[in-house]
C-alpha cells in the first residue's frame, strides 16, 4: 500500500523527540504521520526521575506510553516500520517520498516536510544533501539553531542531533524544531496557548492562531479528562520487562525478564 496524498509532514522515530514533535505540528493543524520502527532508547532506563512535572519519577516505559497517547489525541497518526530511503522530489516547493519497511512489506509516504528523530539512524538521508557527521560508531545530523538541516524542508530533532542525552532535552529540541518547521510552512500560529476566556478577547485583541480561549465548563471537563487519562495509566504497574543493554542479553529481543 502506498500513500499518495502528501503528508504535511512525516516524522521518523517515535522516541520522545520524534512524538513531542508530532504532538505540536498536529496540534498546529498539520497533517501528521509518525514512523517509528524499534523501541525508544528511554524504555531501558529502570526509574525515570529528572523530567518535570513527576516529583517522584516514572516508569519510562509509560512515560513513552503518555507521550504516544498525547500524539494519538492531538491528532497525528503513527505507523509501525523503518523509513531505509528518502527522495528529495521537489524543486520550487519541498516534497519528499520516504521508502518504509513494514511488517506487510514496502510502503512509500509522501511528505512536504520531514522531521528526522531517528537516533541512532541517519542512513537513510544519506543522498539527500543533509550534512552527516560521524563521531566514532555514531552518525550525527547537522543543523541550524532551529533544527534546520542543509535541505528546505527536512529537519533533525533529539540525540541525532548530537544535543545532551535527556529525555527532556530532546522534547524541547523537538518542540522548537516542529514549531520552526510550522512557521517555515506558513501556518498561522501563535504560542499553541489554552488561554481563559476573555485572556484575549477582553482586552479587545482577535484570540490568535493556534491558540484558544475556553470558559470555565470546559476547563473542569478537560481537567476531568486528564484525571480519568491519567487514573487509567497509573492504575496499574507497566506491563513490559525491563530493558538492559542489548549488548548484555542474548534473547533475540535483548530484553531481560525481571
Ligand atoms: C539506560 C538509559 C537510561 C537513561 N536514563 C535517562 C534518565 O534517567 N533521564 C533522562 O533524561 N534521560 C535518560 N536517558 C537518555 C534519554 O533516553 C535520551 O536522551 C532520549 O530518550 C533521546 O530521545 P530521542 O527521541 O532522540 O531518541 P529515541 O528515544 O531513541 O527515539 C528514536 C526512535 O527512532 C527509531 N528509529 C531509528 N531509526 C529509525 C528508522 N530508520 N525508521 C523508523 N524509526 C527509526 C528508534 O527505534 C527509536 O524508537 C537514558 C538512556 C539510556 C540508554
Not at 501528521?32 to 516508569?59: C, K, S, W, Y
Request: aromatic fraction near 6%; glycine fraction near 8%.
Amino acid at each position: 500500500m502506498s500513500e499518495t496524498n502528501p503528508r504535511d509532514a512525516l516524522v521518523v522515530g517515535g522516541g520522545v523527540a520524534g512524538l513531542t514533535a508530532a504532538t505540536f505540528l498536529a496540534r498546529a493543524g498539520l497533517d501528521t504521520l509518525v514512523v517509528n520502527d524499534g523501541e525508544p532508547i528511554v524504555r531501558r532506563n529502570a526509574h525515570l526521575e529528572n523530567v518535570p512535572g513527576f516529583p517522584a519519577g516514572v516508569n519510562s516505559r509509560l512515560f513513552t506510553d503518555l507521550l504516544s497517547e498525547q500524539a494519538d489525541r492531538n491528532g497525528a497518526d503513527r505507523l509501525t516500520g523503518r523509513v531505509t530511503d528518502l527522495d528529495v522530489l521537489g524543486d520550487d516547493d519541498p516534497l519528499f517520498r520516504a521508502t518504509v519497511e513494514t511488517d506487510d512489506g514496502e510502503e512509500t509516504v509522501e511528505a512536504s516536510r520531514v522531521v528526522a528523530a531517528s537516533w541512532s539512524d541517519a542512513s537513510y538521508l544519506e543522498d539527500t544533501g543533509v550534512d552527516l557527521r560521524a563521531a566514532g560508531s555514531k552518525t550525527y545530523v547537522d543543523v541550524d539553531d532551529l533544527g534546520r538541516t542543509a535541505v528546505p524542508g527536512i529537519y533533525a530533532a533529539g540525540r541525532l542531533t548530537e544535543i545532551y542525552h535527556q529525555a527532556v532535552v530532546a522534547a524541547g529540541d523537538a518542540a522548537e524544531t516542529a514549531i520552526t518547521l510550522v512557521h517555515d510552512s506558513g501556518t498561522a500560529f501563535y504560542n499553541d496557548w489554552v488561554a481563559p476566556t476573555g485572556y484575549f478577547t477582553d482586552r479587545g485583541r482577535e484570540v490568535p492562531p493556534a491558540c484558544e480561549e475556553i470558559d470555565a465548563d470546559e476547563r473542569a471537563r478537560r481537567e476531568r479528562e486528564s484525571r480519568e487519562v491519567m487514573r487509567e495509566f497509573f492504575a496499574e504497574p507497566h506491563d513490559e520487562p525491563q530493558r538492559t543493554h542489548p549488548s548484555l542479553v542474548d534473547d533475540e529481543l535483548g530484553r531481560l525478564d525481571e
